[in-house]
């Protein structure tokens, strides 16, 4: 069975361009063009993900959201909005939404977006990653040092951030790539987040007594190592 999404969008020719664009990357998708007609259609279990736009006739998206997450449908959604000002995206988030996409975006900012809304899905349930000795537990997002049983948990980018490192372990990474990865979708971030978040990391690796570091190879970028 292909992805299937739910695109509610009131504008008919960038929901028709949006279709277009979905079904050229192999997903199915239906859209709908009212806030009520989102509601009901999003009832349906079939969805993998839902494309919300915030400005709708009817019910606006942030009430179409509120009244899913109250009624206990967790499918995930990503919120278009010609808005892009932070108290708009907070309340976005807050809402229930996975995702917050101003307008206007590029093809390849939503398909990135939807695909790493549904990946959160297929993963479960989630298996630890670990390099020396360390483990990155998921689902609590936490970091354990098997050799002291020291834990602590991780905020949203140092996990994303240990998750890559382990994924890529002795790996140097640039911190460009680092940036993209992590913060790709970001549009606020600056590079120096890079660096910032990493010290914020190394930080919680010493405090739980492990011997894995991230060491700083000079112009090159950044990789994770075990002392030996
Ligand atoms: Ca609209």
Same mark, same amino acid.
């Given at each position: 069975? =292909?992805?299937?999404?739910?695109?509610?969008?009131?504008?008919?020719?960038?929901?028709?361009?949006?279709?277009?664009?979905?079904?050229?990357?192999?997903?199915?998708?239906?859209?709908?063009?009212?806030?009520?007609?989102?509601?009901?259609?999003?009832?349906?279990?079939?969805?993998?993900?839902?494309?919300? +736009?915030?400005?709708?006739?009817?019910?606006?998206?942030?009430?179409?959201?509120?009244?899913?997450?109250?009624?206990?449908?967790? $499918?995930?959604?990503?919120?278009?909005?010609?808005?892009?000002?932070?108290? +708009?995206?907070?309340?976005?988030?807050?809402?229930?939404?996975?995702?917050?996409? =101003?307008?206007?975006?590029?093809?390849?900012?939503?398909?990135?977006?939807?695909?790493?809304?549904?990946?959160?899905?297929? +993963?479960?349930?989630?298996?630890?990653?670990?390099?020396? +000795?360390?483990? *990155?537990?998921?689902?609590?997002?936490?970091?354990?040092?098997?050799? $002291?049983?020291? $834990?602590?948990?991780?905020?949203?980018?140092?996990?994303? *951030?240990?998750?890559?490192?382990?994924?890529? =372990?002795?790996?140097?990474?640039?911190?460009?790539?680092?940036?993209?990865?992590?913060?790709?979708?970001?549009?606020?971030?600056?590079?120096?987040?890079?660096?910032?978040?990493?010290?914020?990391?190394?930080?919680?690796?010493?405090?739980?007594?492990?011997?894995?570091?991230?060491?700083?190879?000079?112009?090159?970028?950044?990789?994770?190592?075990?002392? =030996?």
């Amino acid at each position: 069975m =292909p992805v299937r999404f739910l695109l509610v969008e009131d504008e008919k020719a960038l929901s028709a361009a949006i279709c277009q664009m979905l079904k050229r990357e192999n997903f199915a998708v239906d859209p709908v063009y009212t806030g009520t007609d989102g509601f009901d259609y999003a009832q349906d279990p079939v969805y993998d993900a839902i494309i919300l +736009d915030v400005m709708l006739p009817g019910m606006d998206g942030f009430q179409v959201l509120k009244k899913l997450r109250q009624q206990g449908i967790k $499918t995930p959604v990503c919120m278009l909005t010609a808005r892009s000002g932070l108290e +708009d995206r907070v309340r976005g988030l807050e809402s229930g939404a996975d995702y917050y996409l =101003p307008k206007p975006f590029q093809g390849a900012e939503l398909i990135a977006c939807l695909r790493a809304i549904t990946r959160r899905k297929e +993963d479960a349930p989630v298996m630890a990653l670990s390099f020396g +000795d360390v483990e *990155l537990n998921q689902q609590s997002a936490s970091i354990l040092c098997t050799a $002291t049983g020291q $834990t602590v948990k991780l905020g949203g980018k140092e996990y994303q *951030l240990m998750e890559l490192f382990m994924r890529n =372990p002795r790996q140097i990474l640039s911190k460009e790539t680092i940036f993209d990865r992590v913060w790709g979708l970001d549009s606020d971030a600056d590079l120096n987040s890079v660096e910032v978040y990493l010290s914020f990391l190394r930080k919680k690796l010493t405090f739980i007594g492990s011997g894995v570091k991230i060491k700083v190879s000079r112009g090159m970028g950044y990789s994770m190592e075990e002392n =030996p």
